[in-house]
Antibody, heavy 120, light 105 residues
Framework: QVQLVQSGAEVKKPGASVKVSCKVS????????MHWVRQAPGKGLEWMGG????????IYAQKFQGRVTMTEDTSTDTAYMELSSLRSEDTAVYYC?????????????WGQGTLVTVSS | SYELTQPLSVSVALGQTARITCGGN??????VHWYQQKPGQAPVLVIY???NRPSGIPERFSGSNSGNTATLTISRAQAGDEADYYC????????FGGGTKLTVL
């Protein structure tokens, strides 16, 4: 049974950074293409980036390049997403999501979401 | 850049058929995935690669994709189908449609 369990809610000040974790069970992280998707309050889903295991690269959405870093700790099967230079518009629920196959496939398992609030 | 267009809302009478569209230039040449999201919950995959249902998703959910429109069809709509629905494709990047709120009357 695959499970993605994320870290708890965060409150950050503008300009700070946040690091959200996603613990995988039922799979080995190295077998997966893990992605991050966010959702601002009352808004739709927005893809932030993901890992392509075929070429070993992490690909970031252009909007977040330079501000987001996605990493993995294979010893604990935990993925991380760090977003820096936070602004109020970054207030959102952040999800990790596992691709069902390759990097280009659908997301068949999702974490429960982590609310990040950016407020002075 | 590629864009996906979904209606903001769709209403369906209980027990009838709902159709939610996802428009995009030549979307029929791409793999389209559909997600259901209920308030306060993470999205759930309901259709992948245009017309395939993951295990555990009722047969009432089906999908099609041709030309410039992909369609999610929900037959015999139930109150529990009320949710937001998102389409997703890959086109140089992973993209989601803006989402459609389904109301079951």
């Amino acid at each position: 049974q695959v499970q993605l369990v994320q870290s708890g809610a965060e409150v950050k000040k503008p300009g700070a950074s946040v690091k959200v974790s996603c613990k995988v069970s039922g799979y080995t992280l190295t077998e997966l293409s893990m992605h991050w998707v966010r959702q601002a309050p009352g808004k739709g889903l927005e893809w932030m980036g993901g890992f392509d295991p075929e070429d070993g690269e992490t690909i970031y959405a252009q909007k977040f390049q330079g501000r987001v870093t996605m990493t993995e700790d294979t010893s604990t099967d935990t993925a991380y997403m760090e977003l820096s230079s936070l602004r109020s518009e970054d207030t959102a629920v952040y999800y990790c999501a596992k691709s069902s196959g390759s990097y280009y496939d659908s997301f068949d398992y999702w974490g429960q979401g982590t609310l990040v609030t950016v407020s002075s | 850049s590629y864009e996906l267009t979904q209606p903001l809302s769709v209403s369906v009478a209980l027990g009838q058929t709902a159709r939610i569209t996802c428009g995009g230039n030549n979307i029929g040449s791409k793999n389209v995935h559909w997600y259901q999201q209920k308030p306060g919950q993470a999205p759930v995959l309901v259709i992948y690669r245009d017309s395939n249902r993951p295990s555990g998703i009722p047969e009432r959910f089906s999908g099609s994709n041709s030309g410039n429109t992909a369609t999610l069809t929900i037959s015999r709509a139930q109150a529990g189908d009320e949710a937001d629905y998102y389409c997703q494709v890959w086109d140089s990047s992973i993209l989601f449609g803006g989402g459609t709120k389904l109301t079951v009357l």
